[in-house]
């Protein structure tokens, strides 16, 4: 009888935290829904004022081109790859409902996911060309997907000749077209 007693009292308590532990996660997931619907306030309104790129090259090509070299030569990306700025102004206003992990997740989160990608993208591509001259030989496109106001051209292979080496970059997912012009909009590994 005791043993039972014993029983009966750890799995009330236990029922206990269990419903505790269910309404705490419910108040996380309400908190993390509220931040979504905040940050897609807020890239609707950048929506609303038809941001641009701060620089851009004249086709997609020389858009490859350039931030490749920007990639070799420097330790950061400042002109040919888009900044937050520009993703938070240009790309996220029309890529938003498009079934990306942007759809579901806090912009701060996304952008630490998008800079860790990044990161790994940029390492790689340094790796592969090992900062010796390139040029570009080939680059084959998929069919350009239009997402609101932007054209995403999605490279399917990129192939460059380093000395009489053949590399091909797969770490350039989308190279994004506006009135202005070409800037690569998303790297990853």
């Known amino acids: ?4 007693l014993l029983i009966l009292s750890l799995l009330s308590f236990s029922f206990c935290n269990q419903e505790d532990w269910r309404e705490q996660m419910e108040a996380e997931n309400q908190k993390v829904i509220l931040r979504v619907e905040k940050d897609h306030q807020l890239i609707k309104e950048k ?3 038809k941001g641009d790129w701060i620089k851009s090259s004249k086709s997609k ?3 490859v ?3 490749l070299n920007e990639v070799i030569q420097n330790q950061s990306l400042n002109e040919y790859y888009v900044s937050w700025e520009e993703k938070l102004n240009v790309i996220f ?3 938003l409902g498009k079934g990306t992990l942007l759809d579901t997740t806090p912009l701060v989160e996304y952008k630490k996911v998008l800079e860790t990608r990044e990161s790994f993208a940029i ?5 592969r060309i090992q900062s010796k001259k390139f040029r570009i030989s080939s680059i084959d496109w998929e069919k350009p997907r239009i997402y609101g106001e932007l054209a995403g051209h999605k490279p399917k292979t990129i192939k460059i000749l380093v000395g009489n080496q053949v590399i091909v970059l797969d770490q350039i997912k989308m190279v ?3 009135k202005s012009g070409y800037k690569v ?3 990853g590994p």
């Open 1 to 4: 009888m005791r043993n039972l």
């Open 47 to 49: 929506g609303l004022k």
């Open 61 to 63: 090509e020389l858009a």
């Open 65 to 67: 081109q350039n931030f």
């Open 93 to 95: 206003p029309n890529t």
């Open 123 to 127: 390492t790689e591509i340094k790796n």
């Open 176 to 178: 994004f077209e506006t």
């Open 185 to 187: 909009g998303v790297i």
